[in-house]
């Protein structure tokens, strides 16, 4: 079973720069897509951005696009999150679920398993 981990959330100012990072610790070797997530408290869960599982196709909100870029390596199992521009309302635990093939691009929640802890971004005004 894949076995996404989180890392890079912190605590930073807005117009800062941050990069988040997803890894497939289990290494399964398995073929799958993978999306950004993030959840702000007393809210639903939004997508982010996805990307395909050969790293060649990205999808974006579109209240993200132009600030956020999503990449992968598809021999390290490793997928980026690059944000620039922070502002306040980016404050959120964003996650990197796995999903089949089949829901590349997918901004449902409910179509992504294999959910890890998240790591938590917090942009100060």
């Known amino acids: 079973q894949v076995q996404l981990v989180e890392s890079g959330g912190g605590l930073v100012q807005a117009g800062d720069s941050l990069t988040l990072s997803c890894v497939d610790s289990?290494?399964?070797?398995?073929?799958?897509?993978t999306g950004w997530f993030r959840q702000a408290p007393g809210k639903e869960r939004e997508f982010v951005a996805g990307?395909?599982?050969?790293?060649?196709?990205?999808y974006y909100a579109d209240s993200v696009k132009g600030r956020i870029t999503i990449s992968c390596d598809s021999t390290k199992k490793t997928v980026n999150l690059q944000m620039t521009g922070l502002k306040p309302e980016d404050t959120s635990v964003y996650y990197c679920?796995?999903?089949?093939?089949?829901?590349?691009?997918?901004?449902?929640?409910?179509?992504?398993?294999?959910w890890g802890q998240g790591t938590q971004v917090t942009v100060s005004s």
């Open positions: 679920p796995a999903a089949q093939t089949g829901y590349t691009g997918s901004p449902h929640p409910r179509n992504y398993d294999s």
């Open positions: 289990a290494r399964t070797g398995s073929t799958y897509t």
């Open positions: 990307i395909s599982w050969n790293c060649e196709t990205q």
